[in-house]
């Protein structure tokens, strides 16, 4: 019974959350829901994961795939739950001396955002980078070894409501978040 009760003021909070937050924040009170044990976090947010996080951050600069010269095709209109209007590419590059796939997507939103005003103006419309980068064999087999990071224009990571950032096997093993979503692509793409 009092378990019961304790799940509906979880799902309360949980529903309130998506109501208030901007649609954006919706994918991180998402994965906060499913992080409620600290034994959970380790899937990513570790200082490994952030370490990671930084070298994919660089690794992407030094090959120009974050320069607006790169993005040549302009936003295009894009899928729930991610920016209303998105640029994605896949590459390879190589990350801490291992070459892999790497999948860059570009999140555009607010007032007066179009494919014109964005191509002319990415900053000021950009809402964040989400970034998949294929690791080694053995990194997290069942999930094709994908690492995820969300990251803010000027490299800094997002992270839950409850301040666990957004860098690794993000939400691993629960329901919702990015792999559970991303397995229904197959592959884990959707747009590629
Ligand atoms: C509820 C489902 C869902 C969740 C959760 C989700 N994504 Fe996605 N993601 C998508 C869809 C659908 C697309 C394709 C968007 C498009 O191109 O229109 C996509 C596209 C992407 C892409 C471009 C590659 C591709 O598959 O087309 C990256 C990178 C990405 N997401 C990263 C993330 C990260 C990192 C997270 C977690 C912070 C996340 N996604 C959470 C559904 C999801």
Redesign the pocket.
């Given at each position: 019974m009092r378990l019961k009760k304790l799940c509906m003021i979880r799902v309360h909070i949980v529903l309130m959350a998506v109501m208030i937050l901007p649609a954006a924040s919706a994918?991180?009170a998402?994965?906060n829901a499913e992080v409620s044990a600290a034994s959970d976090q380790r899937w990513f947010g570790g200082p490994e994961d952030l370490e990671f996080a930084a070298k994919l951050w660089n690794s992407m600069s030094h090959a120009g795939l974050l320069e607006n010269s790169y993005r040549k095709t302009g936003p295009?209109?894009?899928?729930?739950?991610?920016g209303a209007l998105?640029e994605?590419y896949?590459e390879t590059i190589s990350v801490n001396g291992a070459e892999g796939t790497v999948?860059?997507?570009f999140s555009y939103r607010g007032f007066g955002a179009s494919y014109e005003t964005i191509s002319a103006n990415r900053a000021k419309f950009l809402e964040d980078i989400?970034?998949?980068f294929k690791r080694e064999e053995g990194y997290d087999t069942e999930n094709q070894n994908w690492f995820?990071?969300?990251y803010y224009g000027d490299g800094s990571l997002?992270a839950t409501p409850n301040g666990v950032q957004?860098a690794g096997r993000?939400?691993k093993g629960k329901p919702?978040?990015?792999i559970?979503?991303?397995r229904?692509?197959g592959d884990?793409?959707?747009?590629?």
């Amino acid at each position: 019974m009092r378990l019961k009760k304790l799940c509906m003021i979880r799902v309360h909070i949980v529903l309130m959350a998506v109501m208030i937050l901007p649609a954006a924040s919706a994918i991180n009170a998402q994965i906060n829901a499913e992080v409620s044990a600290a034994s959970d976090q380790r899937w990513f947010g570790g200082p490994e994961d952030l370490e990671f996080a930084a070298k994919l951050w660089n690794s992407m600069s030094h090959a120009g795939l974050l320069e607006n010269s790169y993005r040549k095709t302009g936003p295009r209109v894009g899928t729930h739950p991610h920016g209303a209007l998105l640029e994605s590419y896949k590459e390879t590059i190589s990350v801490n001396g291992a070459e892999g796939t790497v999948v860059i997507k570009f999140s555009y939103r607010g007032f007066g955002a179009s494919y014109e005003t964005i191509s002319a103006n990415r900053a000021k419309f950009l809402e964040d980078i989400t970034v998949m980068f294929k690791r080694e064999e053995g990194y997290d087999t069942e999930n094709q070894n994908w690492f995820y990071a969300k990251y803010y224009g000027d490299g800094s990571l997002d992270a839950t409501p409850n301040g666990v950032q957004l860098a690794g096997r993000i939400a691993k093993g629960k329901p919702k978040g990015c792999i559970a979503c991303h397995r229904k692509a197959g592959d884990f793409l959707f747009a590629f």
